[in-house]
């Protein structure tokens, strides 16, 4: 079992650039394949990036070429480092965790960070 805590996020001006990070507990974060997703009000969750075990990495369309995601398994730590911010990237940002391949599905991760606001201002 791992616990997830999200942190980093903030008002920003569109344009400009955040890094979410997302702490996990536990001895055993490499062995999972974490996922960052997002929920904007009046939304469903959606996928956002992935990253496997192995360190592929896998993105939305809406976010390919603007954000990155990567792991530290020393600091048991996965990142999003969102660049060129759009209004329409705000949204509560989660990062979620399983132990079998990375998927698009919220519903395949059972393990769930609280959120981290982000807001991006026009």
């Known amino acids: 079992q791992v616990q997830l805590v999200e942190s980093g996020g903030g008002l920003v001006q569109a344009g400009a650039s955040l890094r979410l990070s997302c702490a996990a507990s536990g001895r055993t974060f490499s062995s999972y394949h974490m996922g960052w997703f997002r929920q904007a009000p009046g939304k469903e969750r959606e996928f956002v990036a992935g990253?496997?075990?192995?360190?592929?990495?896998y993105y939305a369309d809406s976010v390919k070429g603007r954000f990155t995601i990567s792991r530290d398994n020393v600091k048991n730590t996965v990142y999003l480092q969102m660049n060129s911010l759009k209004p329409e990237d705000t949204a509560v940002y989660y990062c979620?965790?399983?132990?079998?391949?990375?998927?698009?599905?919220?519903?395949?991760?059972?393990?769930w960070g609280q959120g981290t606001q982000v807001t991006v201002s026009s």
């Open positions: 979620a965790g399983r132990a079998l391949a990375v998927t698009s599905v919220p519903r395949d991760y059972p393990y």
């Open positions: 990253i496997s075990r192995s360190g592929s990495t």
